[in-house]
T-cell receptor, first 116, second 110 residues
């Protein structure tokens, strides 16, 4: 158990809908990362927050947004969902700024999203 | 653009042998290189980190090398066991968050 908690574990929704994925980082970790994993693309970095501020942005679509709250939990909002958004979404956390300082990051078990 | 390639999608090896996985990268100067293990449907789990000024790192049956001239890392599992069967991901970082390769699926056959 990495200490990173993600909910929900599984989600099935229709095209055009909006969903919110939630992440609680490990106790004491200030950075939260979101990754998307699909069979053909591998693990793709979406976005990083550090202590409530956006720190780095990857291949995140405009239909997606995220935020980190004062209690350090984070939410990833996916809207106008398309079939191609079906994937496993991972949240990860690290104590400091993570990769920028060589820290390892700790992954949750992921949220399976199926868009039908 | 940055590119990370892991030598093969799948690797089958006999129990007891040494598994060697390769990670090559281009258009990148990572300060750190990490290896993760991922089991089906689970989150990746950190295994080893090696810095750009280190040539080799060991942890129990695992060994990682990092050649910044060749832009390559080798990941070795000695005395492999069926429990080592998983997907292994190479990840690079420096001035960006971790960027992952697509992974190599290792199957250790008893």
């Amino acid at each position: 158990d990495s200490g990173v908690t993600q909910t929900p574990k599984h989600l099935i929704t229709a095209t055009g809908q909006r969903v919110t994925l939630r992440c609680s980082p490990r106790s004491g970790d200030l950075s939260v990362y979101w990754y998307q994993q699909s069979l053909d693309q591998g693990l793709q970095f979406l976005i990083q927050y550090y202590n409530g501020e956006e720190r780095a942005k990857g291949n995140i679509l405009e239909r997606f947004s995220a935020q980190q709250f004062p209690d350090l939990h984070s939410e990833l909002n996916l809207s106008s969902l398309e079939l191609g958004d079906s994937a496993l979404y991972f949240c990860a956390s690290s104590p400091g700024q993570g990769a920028l300082s060589g820290n390892t990051i700790y992954f949750g078990e992921g949220s399976w999203l199926t868009v039908v | 653009s940055q590119k990370i390639e892991q030598n093969s999608e799948a690797l089958n090896i006999q129990e007891g042998k040494t598994a060697t996985l390769t990670c090559n990268y281009t258009n990148y100067s990572p300060a750190y290189l990490q290896w993760y293990r991922q089991d089906p449907g689970r989150g990746p789990v950190f295994l080893l980190l090696i810095r750009e000024n280190e040539k080799e790192k060991r942890k129990e049956r695992l060994k990682v090398t990092f050649d910044t001239t060749l832009k390559q890392s080798l990941f070795h599992i000695t005395a492999s066991q069926p429990a080592d069967s998983a997907t292994y991901l190479c990840a690079l970082s420096g001035n960006t968050p971790l960027v992952f390769g697509k992974g190599t699926r290792l199957s250790v056959i008893a």
